[in-house]
């Protein structure tokens, strides 16, 4: 049994593996009925509790979708609406839901409510965002990379905007796979420099440059999220807006870069803020492979948590 907590806390061949995994089951599914089940069922019999303390559409949609088409059956639910909103420990709500069902997977805020989860629960639990990092995402941005464009290991991704939980867990992946990784934006929003020394000493080269035109010079991936996160306060809108604005990519932007760069945003996207429309909807654009993609990367992540 694993739990997949996170890029940087996942064996090297372990997430090697899972990327590979994820790009066999998408092609084994290549015109089947979108919601055909596996062949081999590997979560047959199996029940899968999908706890969602912040809002979610993708996380939701493709990890429930992945686990019927494994064979599985699922439990949506939300952390409100669970003792677990009403003081019930995580450590006991941990254990109480192993006894239920045959995996967890839990969006929430503190990655301390993840850790204790993973701790306390004898079934494998997987992280779907934390205030600190969305591993599952950067683990289905990778496959993405990949298809399009070969092995990341080696090229050029640069962050712009704010140095938030999707571009720590970029942080992770590119020291785990071997990119080198530019972050562009203002110095109140750099990215954790712990992870910034993690990529770095496993080999990474990761670089800050204040002005986005420069830092995008070379990049083979262009990535961008939005401005106000999930756990950030609504108050702080307008002063975030005001530092990130020179951070937006539009195609001027996209022009610095590689002719051949890919443009990536996790969703959901905020068109005309972080990005223009015009580069979401244009040919550097793969947001909804990128979107598509976290159906096989989790199937890949869920079969290697119950050791498949
Ligand atoms: N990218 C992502 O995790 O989207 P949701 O918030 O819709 O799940
Ligand atoms: N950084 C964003 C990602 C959403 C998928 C947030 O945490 O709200």
């Not at 003792?83 to 006991?92: F, K, N, S, Y």
């Not at 839990?106 to 409510?113: K, L, M, N, Q, S």
């Not at 992870?195 to 070379?218: C, Y």
Request: net charge negative; charged share 25%; with cysteine.
């Amino acid at each position: 049994m694993n739990h997949f907590l996170d890029i940087h806390k996942t064996d090297k061949a372990a997430l090697r593996g899972i990327i590979d995994t994820a790009r066999r089951v998408k092609e084994a599914r290549l015109g089947r009925p979108k919601a055909m089940p596996d062949d081999d069922l590997p979560l047959k019999d199996r029940m899968v509790a999908l706890i969602f303390e912040k809002p979610s559409t993708r996380t939701r949609v493709s990890f429930d979708l992945g686990v019927r088409q494994m064979g599985g059956q699922t439990m949506v639910l939300s952390g409100s609406d669970m003792q677990l909103g009403h003081g019930e420990t995580i450590a006991d709500t941990a254990r109480v839901l192993s006894r239920y069902v045959d995996m967890i997977m839990i969006r929430t805020f503190d990655e301390a409510v993840l850790e204790e989860m993973a701790e306390f629960a004898s079934v494998p639990v997987i992280n779907g965002l934390t205030d600190r990092s969305h591993p599952c995402q950067i683990m289905a941005d990778v496959m993405t990379f990949e298809e399009h464009r070969g092995p990341i290991a080696g090229k050029k991704v640069v962050w712009c905007g704010d140095g938030n939980n999707v571009c720590s867990s970029f942080l992770h992946a590119a020291g785990q796979f071997g990119f080198d990784f530019t972050f562009t934006g203002p110095v109140q929003l750099d990215p954790e420099m712990e992870f910034v020394g993690l990529a770095r000493n496993q080999g990474a080269r990761v670089t800050i440059e204040r002005d986005p035109l420069k830092a995008v010079e070379g990049a083979d991936l262009v990535v961008a999220d939005t401005w106000v996160s999930m756990h950030d306060a609504q108050s702080a809108r307008e002063r975030r807006h005001n530092m990130l604005r020179p951070y937006q990519v539009d195609k001027r932007l996209m022009e610095h870069a590689k002719p051949d760069a890919l443009f990536m945003h996790c969703l959901p996207a905020h068109r005309e803020e972080e990005v223009t429309s015009e580069v979401m909807d244009g040919p550097n654009s793969v947001i909804w492979d990128e979107a598509e993609n976290r159906l096989h990367a989790q199937k890949a992540i869920m079969r290697w948590c119950v050791g498949g």
